[in-house]
């Protein structure tokens, strides 16, 4: 399995949510949420050179027949930009499947007795969490990172 610090997002049009893991990849926490806008890509970058990130998954949001919504192509631009960005780390961008991950992270939240409008931000980091899990559950099966490579 590849070691380093991985990040995930979950990229929306008001904030992202961040989460990281160790090293080893055992454990995924919630990291951060970033205000979406013409600086978010700067905050990411910043965070992946704060904590030398060697993957960044991006959440992508497709519906449960694994099509496209109207949210995809935000995500998948928003991916492209960071994997430019990041061009002289050596962090790769790479896209994942999130489906269900916000409904996931909500029912979290209000089976823990949180107001869901009161915990927007902790519900985007709880859903870049349920995305970095599925990620790293798909590392230990393949030996290799998960999801599709942005370039």
């Known amino acids: 399995m590849i070691t380093g ?30 205000s979406a806008g013409p600086d978010s890509l700067n905050q990411v970058k910043l ?37 430019v960005l990041l061009v002289e780390s050596n962090s790769e961008v790479r896209m994942i499947d999130e489906r269900l991950s916000t409904v996931s992270a909500q029912r979290g939240m209000q ?13 985007d980091q709880a859903a870049a969490v349920v995305i970095l899990e599925h990620a790293l559950a798909t590392e230990r099966h393949s030996g290799g990172l998960a999801g599709e490579e942005v370039s």
Request: with cysteine; glycine share 8%.
């Open 5 to 34: 610090v991985r990040i995930a997002l979950d990229v929306g049009t008001v904030r992202i949510g961040v989460a990281k893991c160790d090293r080893e990849g055992l454990l995924a926490t919630p990291l951060t949420t970033i």
């Open 111 to 123: 089976e823990a007795g949180r107001n869901v409008k009161q915990s927007r931000d902790a519900i």
């Open 47 to 83: 965070l992946v050179d704060e904590h030398d990130v060697v993957c960044v998954y991006v959440g992508k949001p497709i519906n449960l027949a694994g099509k496209d919504t109207a949210s995809t192509k935000s995500a998948l631009d928003f991916a492209h930009e960071l994997s």
